[in-house]
């Protein structure tokens, strides 16, 4: 790599919020010249980090190879580029099939992680995913549409286990999604449905599993949400019972006697 040519910087935008993008995030984006960016799903409030000259590309219509044409060319010219991904680029971002093509052109590339949608919810409905002796694990997955999930990883597998679980990418196939959680869960566990969180039209939606459907249909969310489930949902600041031994004044660890 010539010393003019710069690291190809994929970064996460986070989940809408301008904000929320990472100082680092934010610092990249300030000195690139081309940004090319997730136009279906980044808004462009996050481009305002970027300076007014730099080229913005939406890549909602290119394919893979004309995406990596436009970043192999404007690398050899010694333009900074940013591959701006919306949450964190490792989830659902398609992201190493994009790694694999620039590694088989000798293009060199860095990652700055992101904020999901799945922690942009939690933090604005106060949830915490892991409450001691009701859920020690959280599990982010899809159901099967359009692309296939493996056999293994399939929701009703997942749901069995009845942990904390945001299920992305498939309120569009609510009635399933519902049908399979009622058979776990139980049709009174708590659900929420996050709409574009973190947007300025962010819909937040408290229901149960057995009313899902309805209550998305009723608030006319059939894409851009998240469904997160499990018992944390159902726990009150009234009926927690069970505390982190961190803070326990009767438990001792290396900093606390």
Same mark, same amino acid.
């Given at each position: 790599?010539?010393?003019?040519?710069?690291?190809?910087?994929?970064?996460?935008?986070?989940?809408?919020?301008?904000?929320?993008?990472?100082?680092?995030?934010? *610092? =990249? /984006?300030?000195?690139?010249?081309?940004?090319?960016?997730?136009?279906?799903?980044?808004? @462009? +409030?996050?481009?305002?980090? #970027?300076?007014?000259?730099?080229?913005?590309?939406?890549?909602?219509?290119?394919?893979?190879?004309?995406?990596?044409?436009?970043?192999?060319?404007?690398?050899?010219?010694?333009?900074?580029?940013?591959?701006?991904?919306?949450?964190?680029?490792?989830?659902?971002?398609?992201?190493?099939?994009?790694?694999?093509?620039?590694?088989?052109?000798?293009l060199p590339y860095?990652?700055?992680?992101?904020?999901?949608?799945?922690?942009?919810?939690?933090?604005?409905?106060?949830?915490?995913?892991?409450?001691?002796?009701?859920? *020690? =694990? /959280?599990?982010?997955?899809?159901?099967?549409?359009?692309?296939?999930?493996?056999?293994? @990883? +399939?929701?009703?597998?997942? #749901?069995?286990?009845?942990?904390?679980?945001?299920?992305?990418?498939s309120v569009g196939?609510?009635?399933?999604?519902?049908?399979?959680?009622?058979?776990?869960?139980?049709?009174?566990?708590?659900?929420?449905?996050?709409?574009?969180?973190?947007?300025?039209?962010?819909?937040?939606?408290?229901?149960?599993?057995?009313?899902?459907?309805?209550?998305?249909?009723?608030?006319?969310?059939?894409?851009?949400?998240?469904?997160?489930?499990?018992?944390?949902?159902?726990?009150?600041?009234?009926?927690?019972?069970?505390?982190?031994?961190?803070?326990?004044?009767?438990?001792?660890?290396?900093?606390?006697?």
């Amino acid at each position: 790599m010539s010393k003019d040519n710069h690291p190809v910087i994929f970064v996460g935008a986070g989940p809408g919020d301008p904000d929320l993008i990472t100082v680092k995030g934010q *610092q =990249t /984006l300030r000195h690139a010249n081309m940004v090319i960016y997730a136009g279906s799903l980044v808004p @462009e +409030a996050v481009l305002k980090w #970027a300076p007014v000259k730099a080229t913005k590309i939406s890549s909602a219509s290119l394919d893979l190879g004309e995406i990596i044409d436009k970043i192999e060319g404007a690398f050899r010219g010694g333009m900074r580029v940013v591959r701006l991904h919306t949450g964190d680029p490792s989830l659902y971002g398609a992201i190493f099939e994009q790694m694999a093509a620039l590694d088989k052109r000798g293009l060199p590339y860095q990652v700055i992680p992101g904020v999901t949608a799945a922690f942009a919810a939690a933090a604005a409905i106060g949830l915490e995913y892991t409450l001691p002796e009701v859920s *020690q =694990t /959280l599990i982010l997955t899809r159901i099967a549409g359009r692309t296939p999930v493996p056999e293994m @990883e +399939a929701l009703e597998g997942l #749901a069995a286990h009845q942990a904390s679980m945001a299920i992305y990418l498939s309120v569009g196939f609510v009635e399933k999604v519902e049908a399979i959680l009622k058979k776990t869960y139980g049709q009174d566990t708590g659900c929420v449905v996050a709409y574009r969180v973190s947007h300025p039209d962010e819909k937040i939606v408290r229901t149960t599993v057995g009313q899902l459907t309805e209550v998305t249909r009723s608030e006319n969310i059939s894409r851009h949400a998240l469904i997160i489930v499990g018992k944390v949902l159902d726990v009150t600041a009234e009926t927690l019972e069970h505390k982190s031994r961190l803070y326990d004044q009767h438990f001792s660890h290396g900093y606390r006697e």
